[in-house]
């Protein structure tokens, strides 16, 4: 059933559309009439990249999984779409982009305000980062926002005296195992800087881009990172970092575009054909571009509760 909320927008919408779709709003107005669907993303030719001129973009998010079936969308544009839809525009849906942030809240409190214990707290407070979650992101054009989310944490309990966040994007790209390929992977946001303009310097240390671990030319326990504006591969020999190779693609750090060049990754160590690439944020707020969607899942909440009346003067 659709939402009141979702009727207030959508019915004023429909009525001035008049049974047809020319503007975005047509679009977003038919399209969030439909049963299965609980978001859309409407941009025109002209603003994607690249350009591509009589086109129409639309994106969506299902009620119900992640995407859209290739069925479908097949029935929203031969269906729902292309009769009410200038003749001469063509459509074309894509999935939704997710980031995903991966947070650690790192909470003090003070144990005479409360009988609960440091693992009541930490549930709280990973229930407020889920809620966040559901009530503010995860949703075409919704910005995640550092401080809100902060002062949420604060007002999980009142014992709660502050908290501090550590945020990470990851993307997740579906790869070609075996098949040497050229990947385009686009956080849209900047990326932290500290490592550009450093010659040389050890794997994984200080680094801003990290990876799941893959096997590839073959060697096993591969991970990326990045250096000056390059990214590396490199390889775990028990505690050694030893490198792979040394010019595996590109970082602009300003866009937070990553190239991938000729990767050529054989399997991944969880099973998957998925790349898992991890990016650390210049700014503390995140913000989504066209179809992307900025999202939290439950497993990447990490929350530490500590009683501030345990740490000693000396040590602060």
């Not at 407020?128 to 401080?147: A, C, G, H, V, W």
């Not at 775990?236 to 300003?254: E, P, Q, R």
Request: overall charge negative.
């Amino acid at each position: 059933r659709q939402s009141i909320s979702s009727i207030k927008f959508s019915a004023p919408k429909s009525y001035e559309s008049q049974n047809r779709v020319v503007t975005i709003e047509d679009y977003k107005a038919l399209l969030l009439g439909q049963s299965n669907i609980s978001g859309v993303s409407v941009w025109g030719g002209e603003d994607n990249d690249p350009p591509a001129f009589g086109r129409v973009y639309i994106s969506v998010i299902p009620t119900t999984g992640s995407v859209l079936t290739a069925t479908e969308k097949n029935n929203l544009i031969n269906s729902i779409i292309k009769p009410k839809r200038v003749l001469t525009v063509s459509t074309e849906i894509v999935d939704p982009d997710y980031i995903y942030l991966q947070i650690v809240a790192s909470v003090k409190y003070d144990a005479t305000l409360t009988t609960k214990t440091s693992g009541d707290i930490e549930s709280l407070v990973t229930t407020t980062i889920k809620n966040y979650n559901t009530s503010d992101i995860n949703q075409f054009l919704e910005y995640f926002r550092y401080s809100k989310l902060s002062r949420l944490i604060d007002l999980s309990d009142e014992s709660i005296l502050n908290n501090s966040i550590s945020v990470v994007m990851r993307k997740e790209v579906a790869v070609q195992l075996g098949t040497p390929a050229k990947y385009d992977i686009k956080f849209s946001n900047a990326i932290d800087d500290t490592t550009d303009g450093r010659t040389s310097h050890a794997f994984s240390t200080g680094n801003q881009i990290d990876s799941n671990s893959f096997s590839t030319g073959g060697f096993s326990n591969c991970f990326l990172d990045d250096n000056n504006g390059v990214i590396r591969i490199y390889r775990l020999d028990g505690v050694d970092k030893v490198s792979v190779n040394l010019n595996a693609g590109t970082i602009n750090y300003a866009t937070g575009l990553i190239s991938l060049t000729d990767f050529n990754p054989t399997a991944f160590a969880d099973g998957t054909s998925t790349l898992k690439i991890t990016a650390v944020p210049e700014n503390q707020d995140i913000l989504p571009l066209r179809n992307q969607v900025i999202a939290i899942q439950d497993a990447d909440i990490t929350v530490n509760a500590v009683n501030d009346n345990t740490i000693s003067l000396v040590n602060r």
